[in-house]
């Protein structure tokens, strides 16, 4: 939210994650730009600032949780925590040659997370690698009797195999449109991880062609019952020169809100309206559950599908903030496991010149078996460090 001119936000209590974080012994710092509301893909829709991209400052860090990933990739922290709704930690990961987790939904408690679009929205780490996500990941996870989401600590599998008995499945459809070097990248961790795992397989997801509208009609819809309650009453920016009630919610939310939040909330608020709900919404929601099912169909062939994390590597601020679509369909890649609620795991891939991620997606609390596969891939293709 814009906050100039307004009442600061104070903070009345902690987030479970940071609770937990805090009583082992980690030091907080401070808080990260990201996109207002985590709604982007660049940081560029910041209330506050332009986040840059510490391995080529003319391009963006990914988003929404740019500011984290721009702060570890640059050296001032060894890990951040993000928020992933669509992607929100595995592309900002990506593009700024980090590793990120957005695990299984259920897994880590949103107590004290602003929400998005609550069935989506899951808390996770950034950082130099894999075993760094994993200690923070095992920190943070668990039963929270303030979040309802979370699942019973029993619901987890100790996973205790070993890279010799997982089958990896490979969807060809998701590798349409990639650029080359996203290309070339896949091709040689695909081609490394053959003579690692037991077996390498098609798998078909046919509904991720899906993917994107379902996801922008689900995540706009809950968004905008979400930010019903920044009225300038209850929460947020209160406008200064309301004359009634009614003007106070116009005045505080117009002047409160950037312009992704105000098109999203359009969005969301039509596509629940009395008469286009079914149309919608509720076909979103169908689909959406298609998509699950082929993800469940797939898992009984194979325990983990690759896929690159994002169709290209980090993109040039400004290139595409004039076209929302072509923001948005910079996440054809990771809506799919957020829509699933399966986790996924991004993991620098090789790369000659920017950095490019690859995503290792499994079944539902399989993040153990995705941490070793992302530790053999990092192994292989050890990462340059941004060099500021
Ligand atoms: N880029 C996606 C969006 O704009 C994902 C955001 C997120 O994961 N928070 O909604």
């Known amino acids: 939210m814009r906050l100039k001119n307004s009442r600061r936000f104070y903070l009345a209590y902690s987030s479970t994650v940071i609770e937990k974080l805090q009583a082992l012994g980690f030091v907080t ?177 046919p509904n991720q062609k899906y993917g994107i509208p379902v996801y922008y009609l689900v995540a706009t819809s809950e968004a905008s019952a979400n930010l019903a309650r920044f009225d300038g009453v209850r929460y947020g920016h209160r406008s200064g020169d309301a004359k009634n009630l009614a003007e106070l919610y116009e005045k505080s939310r117009t002047e409160g809100f950037g312009p992704e939040v105000k098109r999203r909330i359009l969005l969301g608020t039509y596509s629940l309206s009395s008469g286009y709900y079914d149309a919608f919404y509720g076909k979103a929601q169908a689909v959406r559950a298609l998509i699950q099912k082929d993800y469940n169909e797939a898992f009984q062939k194979v325990d983990a599908i690759l896929m690159p994390a994002t169709p290209s590597p980090a993109f040039k601020i400004g290139e595409k903030t004039s076209d929302p679509v072509q923001m948005y369909l910079s996440d054809v890649l990771t809506v799919g496991a957020s829509l699933a609620g399966v986790p996924a795991l991004s993991v620098p891939g090789p790369a000659a010149g920017l950095p490019i991620g690859m995503q290792l997606q499994g079944p539902n609390f399989s993040e153990d078996m995705l941490f070793a596969l992302g530790k053999a891939v990092e192994a292989e293709f050890p990462q340059k460090r941004a060099a500021l």
């Open 29 to 205: 710092i401070g808080r990260l730009n990201m996109d207002e509301f985590a709604m982007g893909s660049s940081t560029e829709n910041s209330a506050f600032q332009i986040t840059r991209n510490p391995f080529d400052t003319e391009r963006a860090p990914g988003g929404s949780s740019g500011g984290s990933a721009a702060a570890v990739a640059a050296g001032f922290l060894p890990v951040a925590l993000g928020s992933d709704t669509g992607g929100s930690i595995r592309q900002p990961a990506a593009f700024c040659g980090l590793s990120g987790l957005k695990p299984t939904y259920g897994t880590v408690s949103r107590y004290g997370l602003v929400a998005f679009a609550s069935s989506l929205d899951q808390i996770g780490p950034l950082a130099h690698t894999v075993a760094d996500v994993e200690i923070v990941h095992n920190a943070i996870k668990g039963f929270d009797p303030k979040d309802s989401t979370t699942m019973p600590d029993s619901a987890y599998k100790k996973w205790s195999g070993s890279l010799g008995d997982i089958r990896l499945g490979v969807d060809e459809k998701m590798l349409e449109g990639l650029s080359a070097e996203v290309r070339e990248s896949f091709d040689k961790t695909l081609n490394f991880l053959k003579g690692k795992v037991k077996s390498v397989s098609p798998v078909s997801l």
